[in-house]
């Protein structure tokens, strides 16, 4: 049971775009920065969106980040087959001490 | 440019200590703001944040794990080492390392390394 809640899986089409979301409390996403991670299978989390809605170099533009009270969402614009992979949020909660992960949304692109 | 690398070995078996260490560059632990950190993601699960070690030599642990970690640093080799004691097959996880900024307030980790698989068996 992961502390930061996001969909198990999306599916769309390519060219479509897709909102993944992020649901905390007041102790993690409310006070703290929302990170994205883009995981394509046996490889490494690779930052997409870091302090809630910047992007690192070389990450397009038609990716985004926002963040709204305690939830987070990651939105995909013209979808592409290279976007499938799985998407984890991410935020320090100072209840806890600790940084805490969503459960991972698994993105196709049909 | 900012790198980490995880070593260890590959198979540990069950009640054993497995030793991790994380080998960085590009910055350094001994700087104000710098952290390093631990997560693990078991086969087909998802990512676990285990443990944290900033500049100062705070440490901080996942509640449900804090009894069996240690973390610990070495700013002279910028080495980042973490132990699990009483390894059991549930543990057998991909492990990585990441850095992770403390601006005034903790933030994600902005660069990770490339893993290290480790299988508890017998």
């Known amino acids: 049971q992961s502390v930061l809640t996001q969909p198990p899986s999306a599916s769309h089409t390519p060219g479509q775009r897709v909102t993944i979301s992020c649901s905390g409390s007041n102790s993690n996403i409310g006070r703290n920065y929302v990170f994205w991670y883009q995981q394509l299978p046996g490889t490494a989390p690779k930052v997409l969106i870091y302090?809630?809605?910047q992007r690192p170099p070389g990450v397009p533009d038609r990716l985004s980040g926002s963040k709204s009270g305690t939830s987070a969402s990651l939105a995909i614009s013209g979808l592409r087959s290279e976007d499938e992979g799985d998407y984890y949020c991410a935020a320090w909660d100072d209840s806890l001490s600790g940084l805490v992960f969503g459960g991972g949304t698994k993105l196709t692109v049909l | 440019q900012v790198t980490l690398r995880e070593s260890g070995p590959a198979l540990v078996r069950p009640t054993e200590t497995l030793t991790l260490t994380c080998t960085f560059s590009g910055f350094s632990l001994s700087t104000s703001a710098m952290c390093v950190s631990w997560i693990r993601q078991p086969p087909g699960k998802a990512l676990e944040w285990l443990a944290l070690?900033?500049?100062?030599?705070?440490?901080y642990y996942t509640t449900s794990l804090r009894t069996r970690l240690i973390i610990s640093k070495d700013t002279s080799t910028n080495q980042v080492v973490l132990t699990m004691t009483n390894m059991d097959p549930v543990d057998t996880a991909t492990y990585y390392c990441?850095?992770?900024?403390?601006?005034?307030?903790?933030?994600?980790?902005?660069?990770w390394g490339q893993g290290a698989r480790v299988t508890v068996s017998s």
């Open positions: 302090k809630n809605n």
């Open positions: 990441g850095r992770v900024l403390n601006r005034g307030t903790i933030e994600g980790v902005d660069y």
């Open positions: 070690i900033d500049w100062d030599d705070k440490k």
